[in-house]
Nanobody, 122 residues
Framework: QVQLKESGGGLVQAGGSLRLSCAVS????????MGWFRQAPGKEREFLAG????????YYADSVKGRFTISRDRTENTGYLQMNSLAPEDTALYYC???????????????WGQGTQVTVSS
């Protein structure tokens, strides 16, 4: 099992940017992929982006492609989600999660952080 902890959320105006971080601890992470998800009140948890921890290959949901960028720093054991051109509809609780393989399905991610709140004002 790995432990994940998100940070970097906050309040930002529409059009602004935020960078979320996800610190990894526990079991060696080399065989896992990291994903970012978000969940707004009353809505299902939504996949945003994923990255292979070993190769750095990335994949995105169409809804954020071109605005969000996922990356990782293996030496720091930290993943990142750079979010640009934020809009009020991006307001949600943002989570990072770990899975054994590359996936975009919530139930294929075994370990989750507690989430960090992102609020975008209009």
């Amino acid at each position: 099992q790995v432990q994940l902890k998100e940070s970097g959320g906050g309040l930002v105006q529409a059009g602004g940017s935020l960078r979320l971080s996800c610190a990894v601890s526990g079991r060696t992470f080399t065989r896992y992929a990291m994903g970012w998800f978000r969940q707004a009140p009353g809505k299902e948890r939504e996949f945003l982006a994923g990255i292979s921890w070993t190769t750095g290959s990335t994949y995105y949901a169409d809804s954020v492609k071109g605005r969000f960028t996922i990356s990782r720093d293996r030496t720091e054991n930290t993943g990142y989600l750079q979010m640009n051109s934020l809009a009020p509809e991006d307001t949600a609780l943002y989570y990072c999660a770990a899975s054994v393989g590359m996936s975009r399905w919530v139930n294929e991610f075994d370990d989750w952080g507690q989430g960090t709140q992102v609020t975008v004002s209009s």
